[in-house]
């Protein structure tokens, strides 16, 4: 009889907590042109004369008047310091664009200098250790242009950095990114190498920039600030006085050991960086909202494929067709990251928050096509607002200055 009892209690609390969530509503869309095919691909077809197929099919998305308030403007939130939005195109360099924007904010947080980096330098530079990776372990290297925010801290140490203006990566006429084409040959090549055991790295290495320089154009040797000539490496260190170490990778993945260091196993991690702090969920999200709400911004990175992420609305929430809020938990975040329903979609830059009924929503700059379908006129272009329990079931890892997970930090030998 008390077993019988508990169990009809614990279905009473259950059944109370989802009906305390509202329905929320499901919708097929059919597909409409926005930014990406009024912009970018337009953009691209004029300079490269190539016709390329138009996405049609129609998607899964989250009804949004059945999520109930939902923020409408970049002016609600309480926001830091951010350079203006800027386009990636078309390629994948998501990584790049998001980390880069991350480092113009610590710049004017750190210096109060309003500077614009360059995220092609450090793209190009990444190809180039793609390829390198590539050569030095026979082929088993992933390949392509995806990559990891903390790439940028690797490349950063290793070629500097350089202004936007000193290099945009396109070539005379070109007004938008698109590293396609690009690809596809390198790839091509280093399958070739594959083949034929041509594992020469220097000569692979000089195939690889010589396709680089065609499609993006060479990287400055040096740039010219206040007229002073500086290294890349020069740049970093003199103008930007950015400290590589004082960041850190920060991640939530229970199926690791907690307090350790771990590896982020995903195949734009290709050189398996086993350098990210993993710890409980609930330290994660104390750490971004902390940290937020401190003047630090973070760049984030995890999935953005879900029906409840939405460009045209440009919110990224959690429906209770998906889990109720309640139930979200490292469980339910390490399920899906395990079965591959959370995927290494891509990278952006949180940049403020709003905290209505007890919970954040979070101003996130992006890179993105999606982001811009509002149109250039918008206060929003260039934006998402994504609810805190979008973070905690869906966004993956985030890179902060070390300051901010000092306490973190302490807990981990060595």
């Known amino acids: 009889m008390k077993s019988k009892f508990l169990t009809l209690c614990c279905l009473f609390i259950s059944a109370s907590l989802w009906s305390q969530t509202p329905a929320h509503r499901l919708e097929l869309r059919p597909y409409k042109p ?69 480092f ?5 947080r750190l210096t109060k200098q309003t500077i614009k980096i360059s995220p092609m330098y450090t793209a190009y530079w990444e190809y180039v250790e793609k390829a390198r990776g590539f050569v030095v372990s026979r082929g088993a290297s992933n390949f392509d242009e995806g990559s990891e925010g903390n790439a940028v801290v690797r490349i950063y140490r290793k070629y500097g950095a350089v202004p936007l203006e000193s290099y945009t990566g ?9 590293h396609e084409t690009m690809a596809a040959e390198m790839r091509a090549y280093l399958a070739s190498v594959k083949a034929n055991n041509a594992w020469d790295e220097q000569g692979v290495l000089s195939t690889i920039r010589s396709i680089l ?77 902390k940290s937020i709400r401190k003047g630090y911004t973070l760049m984030i990175g995890g999935d953005v494929s879900e029906t409840g992420f939405d460009a045209w609305s440009q919110i990224a929430v959690v429906p209770s067709y998906d889990i109720p809020s309640a139930y979200i938990d490292e469980n339910a975040r390490m399920m899906r990251f395990a079965n591959g329903s959370t995927t290494d979609d891509h990278g952006m830059h949180l940049v403020g928050y709003l905290e209505k009924d007890g919970k954040d929503w979070y101003l996130v700059k992006d890179s993105g096509a999606g982001s811009r379908n509002c149109g250039k006129e918008s206060e929003n272009f260039g934006f998402y607002f994504m609810h805190e329990d979008y973070v905690k079931l869906k966004m993956m890892g985030v890179l902060v200055h070390k300051d901010m997970a000092a306490e973190l930090l302490k807990r981990f030998k060595g």
């Open 34 to 102: 926005g930014f990406f095919d009024k912009d970018v691909m337009t953009g691209i077809e004029k300079f490269q004369e190539v016709q390329v197929p138009k996405k049609v099919k129609p998607a899964l998305k989250i009804d949004v008047s059945s999520f109930g308030w939902v923020p409408k403007s970049v002016g609600e939130f309480n926001t830091w310091w951010k350079s203006d939005p800027i386009s990636q195109g078309n390629t994948g360099t998501c990584w790049s664009f998001s980390t880069t924007s991350f």
């Open 104 to 108: 113009e904010t610590e710049v004017y």
């Open 170 to 178: 396109m070539l005379p006429g070109q007004t938008h990114h698109n």
């Open 213 to 289: 320089d065609h499609y993006m154009s060479a990287p400055p040797a040096a740039v010219v600030v206040n007229g002073k000539s500086l290294s890349p490496q020069q740049y970093l260190d003199q103008v930007l006085k950015l400290r590589m170490d004082d960041y850190v990778d920060v991640t939530s993945i229970m199926a690791k050991p907690y307090w350790t260091r771990v590896e982020y196993e995903v195949p734009d991690n290709w050189w398996h960086d086993s350098s990210y702090y993993n710890v409980p969920l609930n330290e994660y999200m104390d750490l971004v909202k």
